[in-house]
């Protein structure tokens, strides 16, 4: 058997990318094997390997832990680097708020090109796949782990996944290896936990080959999400609009069911925005299919937001309005507006803005509704709400963009897009620019 375990982690290495490599060491049964494992081949010693331990704090007993892995590192002479950190509990549980401190944990200590080697087995695998099943994952989720998988600035590679934790434990059985118990492995309350207690032997009762037919399903559904993958970076490409927050709704809407989802999460990424559960899914799908043309879908979710106009989608952060009737006297100095949609000035040859000294009274506020202005000497007066539309400027920006006004009220210059003419002579006759500094907020 120890040879059979070696013989696996030497193939495996064959096929990693060059690089040193770290252990994730918790002190546990599973990463104190891994480590025996690596360190007896020479290949893995070649790299330059180590293990990472960190400590969260969070139980009495982690001094303890970091002391057995000192231990295991000195017993395989193992360089070992110990992190402290300390864990504050966020609406997502303590879990998963050690799970981001660790992953951060690591990532500040890893040199350029570190590969980091954890020890999930194929028990790990068949209980993350009951977890996304029960919670409605699709086939990225079902997929589960994979063997290399780049997360965040390193890379992740999990050698074990297809060997079982009872093969794990009589290798450390065979070898007198020792190992710490983390006592939170028996909360029930901690749903990973209530699955491998109470359910997955209830399971393997019944059907003895359950854990390798769940991870045989998951190595299918893997496949299949790797092809969907494939396919919707090609997707994105062919629906995404001119402005990479854009997508031409009827093009995605036109794209197969099981492309829908994955295309729209990757657009939503490439542009830093976090993605909807499937409700919000199904809700925009519905809405894109069912609302007439002049109507102004918009589905939310925390920290995003998607609105149509037109043939297109939006994708934008939630935005701030105007107070309602905000409006402010102006003397062409910078003026920081509301709803950090920057600032306004006069600007002159020197790129200065100082306030007018001429007595010439403005003022600045946004639309109301109903403006207009004449582009030209002689011209008609225009509707702005025409200018809009011809401009295909969405409706949710027309009441963020500032509006000039002089002491009787005729507008002079909308943001950055129109001057009146009579706007135009007074900035030519005053040697100034209307300049609206908008460039992180449009």
């Known amino acids: 058997m120890p040879g059979r375990l070696r013989d696996l982690l030497r193939n495996a290495l064959g096929t990693l990318p060059q690089g040193p490599i770290a252990v994730a060491l918790s002190g546990g049964l599973d990463s104190s094997v891994l480590l025996h494992l690596l360190s007896g081949l020479p290949e893995a010693r070649q790299r330059g390997l180590r293990a990472i331990h960190v400590d969260h704090g969070l139980h009495a007993d982690s001094g303890v832990w970091s002391a057995q892995c000192a231990r295991a590192c000195a017993d395989c002479e193992v360089p070992l680097t110990v992190l402290r950190t300390e864990v504050e509990r966020g609406r997502s549980g303590l879990e998963a708020a050690a799970r981001r401190v660790r992953f951060a944990a690591l990532q500040s200590a890893l040199v350029e090109g570190e590969i980091v080697a954890f020890a999930?087995?194929?028990?790990?695998?068949?209980?993350?796949?009951?977890?996304?099943?029960?919670?409605g994952a699709g086939p990225e989720g079902l997929g589960a782990m994979r063997t290399l998988r780049r997360l965040g600035e390193f890379l992740a590679w999990r050698p074990l996944l297809g060997i079982s934790r009872s093969l794990l434990?009589?290798?450390?059985?065979?070898?007198?290896?020792?190992?710490?118990?983390?006592?939170?492995?028996?909360?029930?309350?901690?749903?990973?936990?209530f699955l491998r207690i109470e359910i997955l032997?209830?399971?393997?009762?019944?059907?003895?080959?359950?854990?390798?037919?769940?991870?045989?399903?998951?190595?299918w559904v893997r496949a299949a999400a790797d092809f969907i993958e494939a396919e919707s970076i090609?997707?994105?490409?062919?629906?995404?609009?001119l402005d990479p927050h854009t997508l031409r709704h009827r093009d995605w809407l036109a794209l197969p069911e099981a492309l829908r989802d994955p295309v729209l999460r990757r657009w939503l990424r490439g542009i830093g925005l976090p993605g909807p559960n499937q409700y919000q899914v199904a809700e925009?799908?519905?809405?894109?299919?069912?609302?007439?043309?002049?109507?102004?879908?918009?589905?939310?979710?925390?920290?995003?937001?998607?609105?149509?106009?037109?043939?297109?989608?939006?994708a934008l952060q939630p935005l701030p309005a105007p107070s309602v009737g905000w409006e402010r006297d102006w003397d062409g100095s910078a003026l920081k507006l509301p709803a950090s949609l920057g600032t306004l000035s006069l600007v002159g040859v020197d790129g200065e803005s100082p306030p007018l000294t001429n007595g010439q009274r403005l003022r600045v506020r946004f639309r109301h509704g109903g403006e207009s202005l004449r582009l030209a000497a002689g011209a008609h007066r225009r509707e702005l709400r025409d200018l809009f539309q011809e401009a295909g400027i969405p409706p949710w920006k027309r009441g963020r963009i500032p509006m000039v006004f002089d002491e009787h009220g005729e507008l002079l210059g909308v943001g950055d897009l129109w001057l009146s003419d009579s706007g135009r002579s007074l900035f030519t006759r005053l040697r100034r620019q209307l300049h609206w500094n908008h460039a992180l907020t449009a």
């Open 284 to 314: 925009l799908v519905r809405q894109l299919a069912e609302a007439g043309e002049d109507k102004l879908p918009c589905i939310r979710w925390p920290g995003a937001e998607l609105r149509r106009y037109r043939d297109l989608v939006y």
């Open 201 to 219: 032997p209830r399971l393997r009762a019944r059907w003895p080959e359950a854990d390798a037919s769940i991870v045989q399903s998951a190595s």
């Open 234 to 241: 090609q997707a994105l490409a062919r629906v995404q609009g």
């Open 120 to 135: 999930h087995h194929r028990d790990d695998q068949a209980e993350t796949v009951l977890l996304k099943l029960l919670r």
């Open 169 to 193: 434990h009589s290798y450390a059985d065979a070898q007198q290896l020792r190992w710490v118990s983390d006592p939170s492995n028996a909360d029930t309350l901690i749903d990973r936990n």
